[in-house]
C-alpha cells in the first residue's frame, strides 16, 4: 500500500494519485544541472571540462511544463510548476511524480553501480552514493541520473517539504541534540572538500530534519568556480543559527561559533574537541553517567547520538548477554553426535542433533574491522519507548510446492500521556518456526510449536515485567515434547520424524529477551549498522567453537546440518540459546528463517533494502514484502519468513527526575 503523505489515506500501490485526497503519491526531487563543469570526483583529481555552451531556456521548456515526462521511458512526471519567462540558472529544483513506485530506481544498488561501472556515472551522481555511504540517511538517496542536451537530471528522495533546521533550531529543548547536529556539521564539512559541495552545508535553506530528528540535506550544491570556503564561514553558519536558539543552550556554543568565525580557532580537529568538552560537561552537570569511565572524543559524541537522535555514530543499542548453558559445550570427537537420515529430499534442513548445547559468543559474528557491540560503552540513560510497529509475512518460495514456515505476532500496546510526552507501553511476542520433515510433518511441527509457545507463555506472562529464562526455557521444551510425542505416536523415523527450528522474541517496553534452536536467525538493525544476535545452531559453528578455523569448519560435508531442533530428540537433548537485550536506541529486530538469510541476502542488501526501515516514513509493511521479494530474486530454493519489529525511543527524562529524587532522599542531611 501507498500511504498519502497529506492525508495518510492508504491507496493501492500502482494509483499515482490518493484516492481522498489527490496529492501525488510518490514524490521525488529533480536538480537540473547545466553540464558547464564537473565536480571533482576525489581529491587532487583533475576537473573534467565540457565545452558545451548552455542553450537558451526554451530548449529545455517543453520539458518543465507539468504533466511532462523528463525521461523517455515514461516514469518521473514533472509536478511542479515552473516559470519559463526567467532564464534557467546554475541548477534548478523540482518536484516529480514517480508513476512506477512499485519498481526499484535504476540507481537502487548503488554499491554495484560504483563497482562495475564508476566512470558511467558523473561525479555529481558518485558524490551522492559515495557520501551517503557514510552519512546515511543526512544524503538524499540519488534514484537515477541521466544526461540530456547540455544538462544533467538528477533524480533524487523528495526532501523539499521536511521540517527547516532553522524552524526547528528555535524550539530545541535538548542541548545534546544541538551539539550532536554542530558536531555532525564537522564532519560533513571535512567529507564534502573533495566534491566542492561545501556551499550544500552553508545554505541554511538546505539544511532539514527528518521525523527522527537527524540533520539531513534536502540536495548536494556544486560551489561556483573560484570560490574558497573555510572554517570561518562554518562558524558564521552557526553563529547565525544560534541566534535562533533558545536561552537554554549552553553559552560556551556561541563562544565557540565566534571563536571560529573570527578565524581564532581554525582546524577542525580543535573544534570536535571543544564540542566533545560541552557535551562532556553537560553531561557530567546533569548526572547522566553513572560511572567515570573516561570516554574518547567519539565515545562522548556517540553518547550524545544515541541519547537524542539514535545517529549512524550512536553508542550501542544492545546490552547483550547469552545464557550459558550447565551442560559442558566440549564434545571430544564427532562420532558422540546422533545423525538423523539426511536423505529427505522435501526439506534442504538435514538435522544432525548433538548431545551438547552450544554457547556461542554473540561478537563472533561481528565482521574483521568493525567494533564489537561489546566493546562500546553502553549508555545508561533510561530511555522509553514512544513508537513500535511490527510486520510478519511468508511465501511459500519459488521451487516448494507447500509452506513448512509458521509464524506468530502479536502486540499490545498502551499510550501514556504526561508533561514529558507521549510514552508507550508494550508487549509483544514474535515466534518464527522452519519446519522439517516433509509435507504434514514440517509444516505441522511448526505450526504445534507456535501454538504451544503462544499457548504457555499467555498463561505464564501476566505481569509487566519479562518472564525469566527458566520460563522461556519450560515453554521451549514444552512445544519439544508436544512434537516429540506426536513423532512417537505415529511411529516416525529417521528423516520422517517431524521437527522445526525456532527463533522468538519476547518484548516488554525497551527490553527483550531472545531464544532461538536451530538456524532461524535474529538480526538486529541500528544507525550503526547491521548485526546478527543469533548464532546458527550447526555442525560448522559447532567446530568453530571447539577451535576448527572457519574455512576448515565449512568444507565439512554435514557443515550446514543443525545440532538442534524441536521435536526429534527428547526434552534432555534440547539446549535453546539466550540472549537478553536492552533496546537503547532506534532499532529494527528481523526475525527471519533461513530462506531469507542464505547466501547472506541480508547482508549484501542491507543499505539498501533495511536501512531504510529505520525511518518512521518509510512503510514497513511495504519493506519486508520488498525483502521477500529480493530472497525470492536470489534464493527462491525455500519458504521465506519474514517478522521485523520496528522500536522507536526517546530519552526518559520522568524516569531520570525519579531517579535522581531518591538518591537525593537517601542521602543524610549536611551537619
Known amino acids: ?149 547540455a544538462y544533467l537530471i538528477l533524480i533524487l528522495e523528495d526532501r523539499l517539504t521536511w521540517q527547516d533546521l532553522a524552524t526547528d533550531w528555535q524550539t530545541v529543548s535538548e542541548p545534546l541534540e544541538v551539539i550532536h547536529w554542530l558536531y555532525e556539521m564537522t564532519e560533513l564539512w571535512e567529507a564534502l572538500i573533495p566534491w566542492q559541495s561545501q556551499s550544500s552545508l552553508l545554505n541554511q535553506n538546505n539544511l532539514c530534519v527528518d521525523d527522527d530528528q537527524i540533520l539531513c540535506m534536502r540536495r548536494l550544491y556544486r560551489d561556483r568556480p573560484g570560490i574558497h570556503y573555510d572554517l570561518k564561514d562554518l562558524g558564521l553558519l552557526w553563529h547565525a543559527l544560534l541566534q535562533k536558539a533558545p536561552d537554554s543552550l549552553p553559552t560556551d556554543l556561541g563562544s565557540l561559533a565566534v571563536e571560529i568565525g573570527s578565524g581564532e580557532i581554525g582546524d577542525l580537529t580543535a573544534v570536535q574537541e571543544r564540542l566533545a568538552a560541552i557535551a562532556d560537561a553537560l553531561q557530567s552537570s546533569e548526572d547522566l553517567l553513572s560511572s567515570t569511565t573516561d570516554l574518547s572524543l567519539d565515545d562522548v559524541m556517540s553518547t550524545a547520538s544515541q541519547e537524542e537522535m539514535g545517529s549512524s555514530d550512536a553508542s550501542p543499542a544492545i546490552s547483550a548477554a547469552r545464557a550459558n548453558s550447565n551442560f559442558d559445550s566440549t564434545v571430544d570427537d564427532a562420532d558422540d553426535d546422533l545423525t538423523l537420515d539426511p536423505s529427505d529430499e522435501d526439506d534442504g534442513d538435514d538435522l544432525l542433533l548433538n548431545l551438547a548445547g552450544e554457547d556461542l559468543d554473540f561478537d563472533a559474528e561481528v565482521a574483521d574491522g568493525e567494533e564489537s557491540i561489546g566493546d562500546l560503552p553502553t549508555m545508561v540513560l533510561p530511555m522509553k519507548l514512544f513508537r513500535l510497529d511490527e510486520v510478519g509475512r511468508t511465501h511459500v518460495g519459488r521451487q516448494r510446492e507447500h509452506n513448512e514456515d509458521a509464524f506468530y505476532a502479536e502486540t499490545f500496546l498502551r499510550k501514556i500521556d504526561g508533561l514529558d510526552g507521549p510514552s508507550l507501553k508494550a508487549k509483544g511476542l514474535y515466534l518464527l518456526c522452519d519446519g522439517m520433515g516433509g509435507h504434514a510433518g514440517g509444516e505441522v511441527a511448526s505450526a504445534l510449536a507456535v501454538e504451544t509457545l503462544r499457548s504457555f507463555l499467555t498463561d505464564r506472562w501476566q505481569e509487566d515485567t519479562l518472564p525469566d529464562e527458566d520460563t522461556v526455557r519450560e515453554a521451549i521444551l514444552q512445544a519439544n515434547q508436544a512434537i516429540f510425542e506426536k513423532n512417537e505416536a505415529e511411529g516416525r523415523a529417521g528423516s520422517a520424524r517431524m521437527g522445526t527450528t525456532l527463533v522468538m522474541v519476547l518484548l516488554q517496553d525497551n527490553q527483550a529477551l531472545v531464544a532461538h534452536v536451530g538456524d532461524s536467525r535474529l538480526y538486529c538493525l541500528t544507525r550503526r549498522g547491521l548485526q546478527q544476535v543469533t548464532v546458527d545452531h550447526e555442525v560448522g559453528q559447532r567446530e568453530i567453537q571447539r577451535g576448527v578455523e572457519p574455512a576448515i569448519a565449512y568444507a565439512r560435508s554435514d557443515a550446514y546440518q543443525l545440532t538442534q531442533a524441536l521435536g526429534p530428540r527428547s526434552d534432555q537433548e534440547v539446549f535453546p540459546s539466550m540472549t537478553q537485550l536492552s533496546v537503547s536506541e532506534d532499532m529494527v529486530l528481523l526475525l527471519c528463517s533461513d530462506g531469507m538469510s542464505d547466501n547472506d541476502v541480508l547482508e549484501t542488501h542491507h543499505e539498501t533494502h533495511l536501512e531504510p526501515l529505520l525511518r518512521s516514513r518509510q512503510d514497513l509493511d511495504d519493506g519486508v514484502s520488498q525483502l521477500i521479494d529480493l530472497a525470492n530474486e536470489h534464493n527462491g530454493h525455500d519458504n521465506i519468513t519474514v517478522v521485523a519489529v520496528r522500536l522507536k525511543v526517546r530519552p526518559n527524562l520522568d524516569a531520570l527526575k525519579s531517579s535522581k529524587s531518591s538518591g537525593s532522599a537517601g542521602q543524610p542531611d549536611a551537619g
Open 1 to 149: 500500500m501507498l500511504v498519502c503523505p497529506e492525508c495518510q489515506f492508504e491507496n493501492p500501490v500502482h494509483n499515482r494519485f490518493c484516492q481522498r485526497c489527490g496529492s501525488p503519491l510518490k514524490t521525488l526531487q529533480a536538480v537540473i544541472m547545466q553540464r558547464h563543469r564537473s565536480a571533482v570526483a576525489e581529491e587532487g583529481a583533475p576537473e573534467l571540462p565540457v565545452s558545451v555552451e548552455p542553450p537558451a531556456a526554451e530548449t529545455i521548456g517543453d520539458l518543465l511544463i507539468k504533466g511532462r515526462f523528463l525521461d523517455e521511458s515514461g516514469r518521473y512526471q514533472v509536478w511542479s510548476t515552473v516559470d519559463l519567462s526567467e532564464p534557467i540558472g546554475d541548477d534548478l529544483t523540482l518536484r516529480v511524480i514517480d508513476c512506477n513506485p512499485s519498481e526499484p530506481p535504476p540507481l537502487h544498488d548503488a554499491e554495484a553501480t560504483l563497482t562495475q561501472s564508476p566512470a558511467a556515472l558523473p561525479d555529481a551522481a558518485q558524490a551522492y552514493l559515495k557520501l551517503q555511504d557514510r552519512f546515511f540517511p543526512t544524503i538524499p538517496q540519488l534514484h537515477a541520473v541521466w544526461q540530456q542536451d
